[in-house]
């Protein structure tokens, strides 16, 4: 007895030992849906780009799920006190997949050259730097204009990616052929694109963390149909479903298969929220009466539980509370229907109709829509439902031509990159579906976000961002709905597929197959 | 005949044209631009942003200009430029045109020969029981929507019996070659392309049946019959030769569809093909791609209309003597 009891445990440690060194080798078979348009990450950074280009570049830093920044092609950082120089240290071995050593000048051209052209989002993060420069191949300095609290924040690929200064330099970069085979410095490197069918990348052998990566090719297969997506995960075709990749009502029934397991990390330097725009300009949804009684008639678990399958969380404001600065200590909004009654009846809301656009984003946001009509119709609120697709939902929220209009979006980390841009006055203007939608416009808000970005320490930022956060959910500007939980359905045996707080955009250079 | 091709060209030409124009000013009616839809893609843009891209798009000029540049470009044979795709649209076309004649070619096929072999069946059986399963059959295919046939064929072949491949082209990172390859197409072939076919194999029998029967009644029938020529050979030369006319016609109209792809079966087949193409550049409102794809299938339709009107001539020497 005591004989087998050695051998069971001498197993266990074999095993255990098994489970703690990576297994070289092996393909891992991804879902990317849609189909990216490009993969140039530097021109295109939309989600399916960032997934699988997220392999092929990289940033300086990398981040942990607590947002802390990891080295990736900066081996080591220094911030000045003043809190206005970053120096970066560059790994001296790292070569882009065509063997031209990756060095400062590249950082300098990426940073201050190309992407302050090519990168929407980036380049209003860089109106705070005043110069880059490299003192030598390996180091690198942002000096910055003032203090701006979540600048060590803007180094992941997808935020700043590295372009090859040798391919780009010179060039009109969107119509560069090189945009067809990218390069990058990233641990796989670009094999092979299928139009329509599939995108594989295969090991990068001279990548420069030693034994890394693990795979040896992965194979993103493009399946434009929700459901045969999750066929093709039942049938063995592929082994990793990313967040988004099947329809919610099927994730339940696909994570109870055979070896299956399933995790909503990985989003955390997205921290995806949900909310409905409400129309501050005119119409009842001007009325801050109105838009409380909306946030006390919705049923928010409800939609979590029955659309979401329990993942996520209610929302309690503006800021995800994966987010830095996040706090709880704002007015709740329960599931009131009553006190939105009493707070419709206050206003003298006369029953006008309300137009509601849900997000042309598949089924799941449909029946979120259908269910919030229902939610607000029994406190007497009249909604109607216009549906459009994405071209015309993007046209109508840009021209405000809306009354409720369903949305999710990205946080990077920080409330300064991903929140302060839908509340903040200086940023209402027709023509984009990305800034201060609603039209809210409180001087006192503005001025909080103001100096809670230039901040220097974060004790600082948190007791501005406190207020701000309390502030804007006392006013209800917009109806905030869900953290959004997207989760990661894998085989068990694919290991360490989510190590960063971007998950599988950045983070197949950790994960192995275990045989 | 030579005359008569070249007459149809011209004409053919003409009415690409107009379809082409048609089409542009259609398109640019649906709100939203591609620029729109790609700086919204990108997580956040300001208006300066879109504006710099509409600018690299060309799509602050004028509409009439837009069209005029756009026309002047296609009677250079030059389809334009996809800028979300950042590729010349032709070069996207031809990608995926080899797929896409392969679905709809075989499900072409399948249709025509099954469902007129059905028909053909059916007429000779009246009353049987023969004839009424056909009939029933027919009925079932014509009757069913495309997209659940589909997700049916997929959950019974793929998904319980595991017998054929539900998805895709071919199967991804096996890198089979010659005869290997070639059969795994084939494999991945058999469903989309049957359930593709479904509705006009329906067709046909229908049509089919439904001629034959007609024309067996016709007078230069009863004198064959009167003549003492064998049943079989009246089947074959006077009725089957007469009552394909309809079919002709109505295969010359399917034939003009198939470069034009099919959006659904490709959709849910994840078959690579223009449909998908066509039906991604529409909700991204790609305009060159679109127009490309619009342009290719109806010169497609023209090229069989045209077939079809000369196959005439062969199948009624009615029409080649008028």
Redesign the interface.
Known sequence: MLKRLTLLAAAFMVTTALHAEPVTGG?A?VVIQ??P??L?LG?????PTQMVAGQIYEGLLRYDEKLQPMPQLAKSWEVSEDGLTYTFNLHDNVKWHDGEPFTSADVVFSADVFLRET???LR?SLEHVESITAPDDTTVVFKLKQPFGPFLGIFEAGTMPMVPKHIYEGTEY??NPA??TPIGTGPFKFAEW?????I?LTKFEDYYEDGKPYLD?I?W?????A??RA??Y??G?VDILPGGSVENFDVQRIADMENTCITDKGWEYFGPLSWMWLNNREGPTADKRFRQAVMYAMDRNFARDALWNGLGKVSTGPVSSSTRFYTDDVNQYDYDPEKAKALLEEMGYDGETVRLLPLPYGETWQRWAEAVKQNLGEVGIDVEIVS?????W???L?EWDYDMAFTYL?QYGDPALGVA?SYISTNI???????NVEGYENTEVDDLFAKAAVAVTAEERQKLYDEVQQKLVDDVPVAWLLELGFPTIYRCNVKDLVTTAIGVNDGFKDTYIEK | MLRFILMRLGKAAIILIAILTLNFFLIHAAPGDPAAVMAGEAGAADAKFIAQLREQFGLDKPLLTQLGIYLKGVLQFDLGYSYRQQMPVADLILDRLPATLLLTMTAFVISLVLGTAAGVLASARVGKWSDTAISTLALLFYATPLYWAALMAVLLFSVYFNWLPGFGYETVGANYTGFRRALDIGQHLILPATTLGLFFMAVYMRMTRASMLEVSQLDFVKTARAKGLKSGIIQRRHIFRNAMLPVVTLAGLQAGQLVGGAVLTETVFAWPGIGRLMFEALAQRDYNLLLGVFFVSAAMVLVFNLITDILYRFVDPRIRVA
């Open positions: 393909r078979n849609p189909e348009p490009s140039m021109l295109v950074q939309n989600g990168h929407a989002r209003t969107k119509s945009n067809n299928e139009k329509g069918s599939h594989l090719e194979y297969h493009v399946i434009p149909d459901a045969s066929v093709a039942e049938t075709v459009t697709d994405v071209a015309g993007n046209q109508k840009a990205y841009r203007a027709k023509g984009s579906q990305w800034n």
